[in-house]
């Protein structure tokens, strides 16, 4: 299995439920593939560079997960297929970008007191 990285941006009309519903569709079409999430983000609304669609903004989310390349062609199917996806790109990690990623990973979560 392979290690990979997707982030998306979602249009930015959508309401909380949609882009959620959004997001987990995505996340059961990954594990239908028998792929499995390690880590996921959700990074809010943010501004785009430039405009997308007249959109000047949108909803970024980030996917870390182990799965086929066949996983990942099925995932990128489905982006171009949804019209409430406005970009997404897709990253295969090797061994650096697996320990960076790592460790953005445990910097996000929060520390617990004791």
């Known amino acids: ?5 997707t982030v998306f941006i979602l249009n930015p009309v959508l309401s909380d439920t949609q882009t959620e519903e959004a997001v987990k569709k995505y996340e059961s079409l990954v594990v239908s593939h028998e792929g499995k999430i390690v ?15 007249n959109k000047n903004s949108g909803f970024y ?3 870390q997960y182990e799965a086929e390349g066949s996983a990942v062609d099925a995932l990128e ?12 790109l897709t990253v295969k990690l090797d061994i650096h970008a697996k320990a960076w990623a790592e460790k953005r990973k445990n910097r996000k ?3 617990v007191k004791a």
């Open 109 to 111: 979560e929060p520390k």
């Open 39 to 53: 880590h996921k983000e959700n990074w809010g609304l943010k501004k785009l560079a430039y405009p997308i669609q």
């Open 77 to 88: 199917v489905e982006f171009r297929r949804d019209e409430k996806v406005m970009r997404y």
């Open 61 to 63: 989310h980030l996917f």
């Open 1 to 5: 299995m392979n290690h990979y990285e």
